[in-house]
């Protein structure tokens, strides 16, 4: 398993942007954004394929918020611009380690960090 550990979450006002950050300990094959609203259930936000490159992003968030990956550092971030309150959630970081499926199942994620709240105000 990865250690993951996000920073960077907070309040803001519908408009506005907060960038996360996801630090890990080591490499993963793929990784990914998740939030969970009270009372929802998790879903998948924003990916990264490390072993391409390429990115893909939930409908919601697609033109709002951007993934991406500084393979020296092993970092991950997501910036989200044009926050609306229905963002509002606690964001997750997720990894996982070795070849196989990714996308939006949180069950093809073997790491997990443990989350940062973004509160959204209209």
């Known amino acids: 398993q990865v250690h993951l550990v996000e920073s960077g979450g907070g309040s803001v006002q519908a408009g506005g942007s907060l960038r996360l950050s996801c630090a890990a300990s080591?490499?993963?094959?793929?990784m990914a954004w998740f939030r969970q609203a009270p009372g929802k259930e998790r879903e998948g936000v924003a990916f990264?394929?490390?072993?391409?490159?390429?990115?893909d992003y939930t409908d919601s968030v697609k033109g709002r918020f951007t993934i991406s990956h500084d393979n020296p550092k092993n970092m991950l971030y997501l910036q989200m611009d044009n926050l609306k309150p229905d963002d509002t959630a606690m964001y997750y970081c997720?990894?996982?380690?070795?070849?196989?499926?990714?996308?939006?199942?949180?069950?093809?994620?073997?790491?997990w960090g443990q989350g940062t709240q973004v509160t959204v105000s209209s």
């Open positions: 080591e490499y993963s094959w793929c």
């Open positions: 990264f394929y490390s072993h391409s490159g390429r990115t």
């Open positions: 997720a990894a996982r380690s070795t070849f196989g499926q990714c996308g939006n199942r949180d069950g093809n994620y073997d790491s």
